[in-house]
């Protein structure tokens, strides 16, 4: 979950999965691979030298899911996936 400086301190951002997508670019740019190798996070994404962690790739899936429980019309009883 992504970390806040401020009290009440909340992201622009309010579209569909924006929770996971915030998680998921922090955990990305904080990652060895942007920081030593200065790649830009799409190109992080698709490296499997160890530099980025497994968080990463989970939270990848975890926004993956996200966005597609928006197109399943099973979701308007259950809900999104992610948070």
Same mark, same amino acid.
Do not use: I
């Given at each position: 979950?992504?970390?806040?400086?401020?009290?009440g301190?909340?992201?622009?951002?309010?579209?569909?999965?924006?929770g996971?997508?915030?998680?998921?670019?922090? /955990?990305?740019?904080?990652?060895?691979? /942007?920081?030593?190798?200065?790649?830009?996070?799409?190109?992080?994404?698709?490296?499997?030298?160890?530099?980025?962690?497994?968080? /990463?790739?989970?939270?990848?899936?975890?926004?993956?899911? /996200?966005?597609?429980?928006?197109?399943?019309?099973?979701?308007?009883f259950?809900?999104?996936?992610?948070?």
């Open positions: 979950m992504m970390q806040y400086e401020e009290e301190e909340k992201l622009k951002d309010k579209s569909p999965c924006h996971v997508r915030a998680d998921l670019k922090m /955990c990305l740019l904080e990652s060895d691979c /942007c920081k030593r190798d200065k790649k830009t996070p799409r190109e992080c994404l698709n490296v499997t030298d160890g530099s980025v962690p497994q968080e /990463c790739f989970a939270l990848r899936n975890t926004f993956f899911e /996200c966005k597609r429980s928006m197109l399943d019309n099973r979701t308007r259950r809900g999104r996936k992610g948070y």
